[in-house]
């Protein structure tokens, strides 16, 4: 039975069997985004690197630095490095974003595994509870399902019909109940068998009944399916084989190609019958739906600009039956698979098929929430059971007003080869989730508001959704799709990026704010170098002043700042803890100051460049001074050394 439904949708209303193998045109998730912030930091760290000086701490400065920016590629190869070499420093938010640059690369077996892994260090995290939930997809069709009541169509054969649509108070279906030979047409593509339109219900001469449309206008020797009419009954769109004076229209492939009509409805007769201008020869134009306001007809079509074997489209209809140009609706509904049989409510929600997102098998129907927002990302829904099973499920029709529609299955409990089934809903299908985010963005020394900050919204895929500027008063306002994770990502020239995870929730409403820290680019006179490279404390053993190894690595990141800027000036400013005596401390505080210069001007600093003062417990940052109780770790944020910029 899947066999055949394949030949009816694929060979008949779509013949994409000539094109498999079509190049994949889906955009992958490793573009790089604008570049923001701390460049200069990279350039640093890389030197540091290159002279063989290197740390955990400081390569997940450098691959944080590259993800920041974008550049997923390069964080990559660091955060690796990072994992391989100091496995025991890193935390789980690493293997997170290690996770997220191999996704943008395509490699999403390794990126899995990574996310294993970050599932296994973390216990209450939801982007790890996501990405469990996420790849167990029948869960969430399980949930969806048994929301309908559904009952075979009263005029089902031993034949196929499917393409239910609207007409008047009945419908217009497609069948070949005339020949019941549609199996032989699949294969041969022979004259002698067909697909027309029927109507059933629709007036008083087809009212308990089934009779075939128009045989001069509308059904012809080749196949007739999909169709839609306006809610006055004026204009029908249906689908028909391309043929042109009772001959086939072939491609260079051989295939003949489906096209859209339309044809007015006068006193019910069908005249002005005409195709629809974005048809081609080469090409299937296909499954006419129209919107609430019937301004935009949508279709399915594998025309140029397709992101797999078949997408949906949207066309605008202007006031003198003339139309726009045709728009794919993008890769949050089209996948690199079957995106088919549109179809949109009253509320606004498309109805599809598509074998492309995770389904029962074959052809799935699947629900989303359409809208012209450019803030807004689609929520795909599987509509669950029973509407959909194991084989193919398509040609959904809805009623806003009674909960009722249509569909047709080629599920093994039908009559014939394909069958319309009825149904009633009787829950509702969630598809709209929005979250509104806002927030203030501040400078974190000063506190002052950042206007025209950019602050973004980055899904779990790497793309970016939306993004908005700060106010005049810091202030900034977005919307995420709460179904999903998302990344807010705040950005201001000369400033370190900031990022907020968003998880996965309902839609109440969130307060993120940031405080951004400066970087070197905006560094002034009196600004700390070190703070501004993010340096770890340099420490000295006891009583000593030499230059430790793991000191080395954090003064090589001002060696390399000065080597990339050559007109900074620095001064060395080295303190103590209050532990010891005062006078003691402030000799070993200025012998520790010159050991860092003479260190800095044995590596090729110029000794011009440089300044030493040791200012012992003097300027102590807590209150730990002589006789206080504090903690070995309260003494500890004391010792410290400051590189100061004079010039």
Known sequence: MLKKIFFTITILIFAFQQTVGQEKVLERANEKYEAYSFKPAIDVYKKVIDKGYVSADLLKKLANSYYYNADYKEASQVYKRLVEEYESDVTPEYYFRYAQTLKSLDAYDEADVLMDKFSEMTSNDYRANGFNDERDYRKEIKENSGRFTIEPFEFNTVYSEFAPSYYKQGLIFSSDRDTGNLAKYRHTWNSKDFLDLYKSNVDSVSLNTVVKLDKDVINTRLHESTSIATKDGSVLYFTRNNILENKYIKDEKGVIRLKIFRVKIIDGAFSELEELPFNSNDYSVAHPALSPDEKTLYFASDMPGTLGESDIFKVAINEDGTFGTPENLGNTINTEARETFPYITSEKVL??????????????????????????????????????????????????????????????????????????????????????????????????????????????????????????????????????????????????????????????????????????????????????????????????????????????KIIAAMEKYPSLKLKVNSHTDSRGKDAYNLWLSQKRAESTVGYMVSKGISEDRLQGEGFGETKLVNDCGNNSKCSSAEHDLNRRSEFIIME
Do not use: W
């Open 351 to 556: 109805y599809f098929s598509s074998d492309g997102h995770p389904g029962l098998g074959g052809l799935d129907v699947f629900g989303t929430k359409i809208s012209d927002e450019t803030t807004y990302k689609h929520i795909v829904k599987n509509v669950g059971e029973p509407i959909n099973s194991k084989v193919d499920d398509f040609t959904f029709i809805y009623n806003d007003e009674d909960k009722t529609g249509y569909f047709a299955s080629n599920r093994e409990t039908g009559l014939g080869n394909d069958d319309i089934y009825s149904f009633i809903e009787n829950t509702p299908l969630e598809l709209d989730c929005r979250k509104r985010i806002t927030g203030t963005v501040r400078d974190k020394i000063s506190n002052q508001i950042l206007v025209g900050a950019t602050v973004k919204v980055i899904d779990e895929e790497n793309q970016e959704v939306s993004a908005t500027l700060s106010d005049s008063n810091g202030n900034y306002e977005l919307y995420v799709d709460c179904s999903k994770g998302n990344f807010i990502r705040a950005f201001m020239d000369g400033y370190i990026p900031s990022e907020k995870y968003i998880t996965k929730s309902d839609a109440t409403e969130e307060i993120v704010d940031f405080y951004l820290e400066r970087d070197t680019v905006s560094a002034g006179f009196g600004d700390d170098l070190a703070k501004l490279l993010q340096l770890s404390t340099i420490y000295f053993d006891l009583n000593k002043y030499d230059i430790r190894p793991d000191a080395e690595v954090e003064i090589q």
